[in-house]
């Protein structure tokens, strides 16, 4: 019944690792987003897909690569991994177009790199 | 280049008092104002404000708009312990770099309420 569910919840993993994250959202969203929330709680961009078509990027290290098989699942691959990697990850989802349309978000994954 | 800055960064008080958070932006395109708690997992949604001066209103937290001054209040009267969380202001604008509208999130108010 989870609305944006992304797994796993929790990541340790060592420096120079490849990790992937999944999401996947039930909502009929065309448009969906990966976050980065660092130790600070603050909420950054990464990147955005809608109908499965990158129309965000922002700067970002080329190490992190998104998938969207379809509009309802959206990926993050992360070759290398680094220490500055360590952060939560959140996943979130919402209509793109359509106005008064909130942003929804999944429990977020906690990546520690060690 | 567009901002959102809310304040006070964090803030303690006793239960029972009441607070003001404060959410100001320099977005292009504006299209909407949105409040979330965050306690320990996902931001949950609070209010969505898109026209000035209507306030919102659920139980003890209220949220007005205003796009003159291009800013946005959340209030909670008669706090709780329950109220602990970071409170997020985002900011719904056209990013002209990608031809899209994004949101932007302020780096949040953590809010801590003591017994």
């Known amino acids: 019944d989870t609305a944006v569910s992304q797994t796993p919840k929790y990541l340790v993993t060592q420096m120079g690792n490849d990790k992937s994250i999944k999401c996947e959202q039930n909502?009929?969203?065309?448009?969906m987003y990966w976050y980065k929330q660092d130790s600070k709680k603050f909420l950054k961009i990464m990147f955005s897909?809608?109908?499965?078509?990158?129309?965000i990027n922002e700067t970002v290290p080329n190490r992190f690569s998104p998938k969207s098989p379809d509009k309802a699942h959206l990926n993050l691959h992360i070759n290398s991994l680094e220490l500055g990697d360590s952060a939560v990850y959140f996943c979130?989802?919402?209509?793109?177009?359509?106005?008064?349309?909130?942003?929804?978000f999944g429990s977020g994954t906690q990546l520690s790199v060690l | 280049e567009d901002k959102v800055v809310q304040s006070p960064l964090s803030l303690v008080v006793h239960e029972g008092d009441t607070v003001t958070l404060n959410c100001s932006y320099e977005?292009?395109?504006?299209?909407?104002l949105l409040w979330y708690k965050q306690e320990k997992k996902a931001p949950t949604f609070l209010f969505m404000l898109?026209?000035?001066?209507i306030e919102k209103k659920s139980g003890r937290l209220s949220s007005i708009l205003d796009k003159k001054e291009l800013f946005s209040i959340l209030n909670i009267t008669a706090t709780q312990t329950g109220d602990s969380a970071i409170y997020l202001c985002?900011?719904?604008?056209?990013?002209?770099?990608?031809?899209?509208?994004?949101?932007?999130f302020g780096t949040g108010t953590r809010l801590k309420v003591l017994a």
């Open positions: 977005v292009t395109n504006f299209r909407s």
């Open positions: 898109t026209s000035s001066g």
């Open positions: 979130a989802s919402s209509l793109l177009n359509r106005r008064n349309e909130k942003l929804f």
């Open positions: 985002a900011v719904e604008g056209y990013a002209l770099t990608s031809g899209t509208y994004k949101y932007i």
């Open positions: 897909y809608n109908n499965k078509e990158l129309i």
């Open positions: 909502l009929g969203h065309d448009t």
